[in-house]
């Protein structure tokens, strides 16, 4: 039976993939808290959104045209002539309205929304959204500075190696050519850094353990290699800082 992975550590390494390690900390992540992906992200976007909120939602200016008493914003006065609203002592405007219903909102609420309706949420997780949710104001429902780069490429292959008649394994091709092009094609003369780029290929630990297997490849280095998902997401820290470092 295939070894299974642990909740917290694909929190951890979805954190690390992101970019945003500083957030894995955000959340209580464990078999109790999280029973499935789908509670994890919806916990992970429950506590966005309470940020958001502190902090203040995104706001932009809307323009649209109304009809109001009096002037206010820009007068459309051709508008309001032809429709005699003048008569009326009214007006046609257009107003520029700061709102929090834009793309960026809409998408967080209505998220939220179809979250709130997916049976298969745990019923703990389903109540501090619905809580968040509900103060959530209402929209439409619709390293350059280093001077270095490392190309990193994950594989999930039961076995790394491949052999002929049980004997002499050896690296996949297909996986060393991959790695190799890309070093290559990213290389910009107009980039020095560029020429010397590192390529890693990281596969999942099974029954064999490899450290680091180095190869030259012209200026650059490949490098290929486990990672154990198995244990602590402290020591997938761990591992992974060792791994990227030449």
Request: hydrophobic fraction near 35%.
């Amino acid at each position: 039976m295939a070894a299974q992975i642990p909740i917290q550590n694909l929190y951890y390494l979805l954190c690390y993939a992101w970019g945003l390690p500083e957030q894995r900390d955000w959340v209580k992540v464990d078999a109790d808290s999280c029973p499935a992906v789908l509670d994890l992200l919806s916990r992970l976007l429950t506590k966005g959104a309470d940020i958001l909120l502190k902090r203040g939602i995104a706001k932009e200016y809307r323009t649209h045209e109304e009809e109001i008493a009096g002037i206010k914003g820009k007068l459309e006065l051709a508008k309001t002539i032809k429709a005699n609203r003048h008569r009326e002592g009214k007006t046609i405007c257009t107003l520029d309205d700061l709102t929090g219903d834009i793309l960026l909102n809409q998408i967080v609420y209505t998220t939220m929304y179809r979250l709130l309706g997916n049976k298969d949420l745990d019923k703990n997780v389903k109540k501090d959204l619905l809580r968040t949710f509900r103060r959530f104001p209402k929209v439409t429902l619709d390293n350059p500075k280093e001077g270095k780069r490392i190309i990193l490429d994950a594989k999930y292959y039961q076995e790394m190696f491949v052999s002929r008649f049980g004997v002499n394994k050896n690296l996949r091709t297909d996986h060393i050519r991959q790695i190799e092009s890309y070093v290559k094609n990213q290389e910009d003369p107009a980039i020095p850094y560029t020429l010397q780029t590192n390529g890693i290929m990281v596969y999942p630990k099974t029954d064999i353990d490899v450290t680091n297997k180095d190869y030259a490849f012209g200026d650059h280095i490949l490098r290929f290699c486990t990672l154990d998902l198995g244990q602590d997401w402290r020591l997938i820290d761990q591992r992974l800082r060792q791994i990227i470092q030449f």
